[in-house]
């Protein structure tokens, strides 16, 4: 099937930096991708969905200026945290879809923010 | 709104036993559903899916059911193994977008 990645795996930041988190698909093509937020035995939460080329749309509740993304390619979106704060922590993941409906996710970035 | 819920956080079944996941819907409109498979740490894999024109789909050791009257789809994992241990999500789709459940973790009994 699809392959989807994400990099870094892990990353612990101190409060008030920023975090970019790269999410790619890596054998085919994604105009869109989406991203979700994952809080400790939570579920997944649509955070935004990503546009190649145009801008991001983002759920009710979610900061834009906060939360960065940029879908600068067909096979690369990025998620940068803007200024973080340890309520920010929390596990973010990915997803691009492939052969119609069908979505396939990356493994996931644990953020901890200091 | 969507929403899509699950009746049990934690589902304990015997290794062996069959298990079955149930998950609820709110949005009539929904046309095709998910459920998911997550392990800790990792993202989530796809099980099955289901349209809204079926009321059954089986796959290897899995199967889904849809029942559209009450706003209802269950998964059953026959001869459960060690390796299902895991959190399952259902979920659904709304615009184009994934919307997830609360998810159930599947607890092995040995």
């Known amino acids: 099937g699809a392959v989807v990645s994400q990099h870094p795996s892990r990353v612990i930041c101190k409060s008030g930096t920023s975090v970019k988190i790269e999410c790619r698909s890596l054998?085919?093509?994604?105009?869109?991708m989406f991203w979700y937020r994952q809080f400790p035995k939570k579920s997944l939460m649509l955070m935004a969905t990503s546009n190649e080329g145009s801008k991001a749309t983002y759920e009710q509740g979610v900061e834009k200026d906060k939360f960065l993304i940029n879908h600068a390619s067909l096979t690369l979106s990025t998620l940068t945290v803007t200024s973080a704060h340890p309520e920010d922590s929390s596990f973010y993941i990915c997803?691009?879809?492939?052969?119609?409906?069908?979505?396939?996710f990356g493994p996931g970035t644990r953020l901890l923010v200091l | 709104g969507e929403s899509v819920g699950l009746h049990l956080p934690t589902l304990s079944v015997q290794e062996g036993d069959n298990s079955i996941i149930n998950c609820a819907y709110s949005n009539s409109a929904s046309d095709y559903f998910i459920w998911y498979k997550q392990e800790s740490g990792k993202g989530p894999q796809f099980i099955i899916d289901i349209r809204s024109n079926m009321d059954k789909r089986q796959g290897q050791r899995v199967t889904v059911l849809l029942n559209k009257t009450v706003k209802h789809l269950s998964l059953q994992i026959a001869a459960t193994q060690p390796g299902d241990s895991a959190v399952y999500f259902c979920?659904?789709?709304?615009?184009?977008?994934?919307?997830f459940g609360k998810g159930t973790r599947l607890h092995i009994l040995p």
């Open positions: 054998d085919f093509q994604a105009t869109t």
């Open positions: 997803s691009a879809p492939a052969e119609g409906t069908l979505q396939y």
């Open positions: 979920a659904a789709t709304r615009g184009g977008k994934i919307i």
